[in-house]
Nanobody
Framework: QVQLVESGGGLVQPGGSLRLSCAAS????????MAWFRQAPGKEREFVAA????????????YTMIEDSVKGRFTISRDNTNVFLQMNSLKPEDTASYYC?????????????????WGQGTQVTVSS
């Protein structure tokens, strides 16, 4: 059973940086496309970034997708057991709960219903 645990959230001033981590356990993690989504209070969950699977040598397929609103500020990466979201130049509108997700069906996409394993979320608050 794949389990995902996010960490790294917190309070940061506008213009600051945070690095979110998602630790995976309990399954062939390297085969799954992974993604980050976020949800602000009163808003729908939205896609942030996705990264394709890794091969048997631990090198990921090399494909990433980044939502336009965070492009140039956020970067997604992964190793054999973790997925990371590096967030720079943070803005107040980035305030949300951030969720890590895995697609055991191998769906590399922006759609949240293509991801079937979710973490519990980590709160990011950008405020002065």
């Amino acid at each position: 059973q794949v389990q995902l645990v996010e960490s790294g959230g917190g309070l940061v001033q506008p213009g600051g940086s945070l690095r979110l981590s998602c630790a995976a356990s309990g399954g062939p993690f390297s085969r799954y496309p992974m993604a980050w989504f976020r949800q602000a209070p009163g808003k729908e969950r939205e896609f942030v970034a996705a990264i394709s699977w890794t091969n048997s040598y631990g090198a990921y397929g090399g494909y990433t997708m980044i939502e336009d609103s965070v492009k140039g500020r956020f970067t997604i990466s992964r190793d054999n057991t973790n997925v990371f979201l590096q967030m720079n130049s943070l803005k107040p509108e980035d305030t949300a709960s951030y969720y890590c997700a895995a697609s055991r069906r191998g769906q590399y996409s922006r759609r949240d219903d293509d991801y079937d394993v979710w973490g519990q979320g980590t709160q990011v608050t950008v405020s002065s």
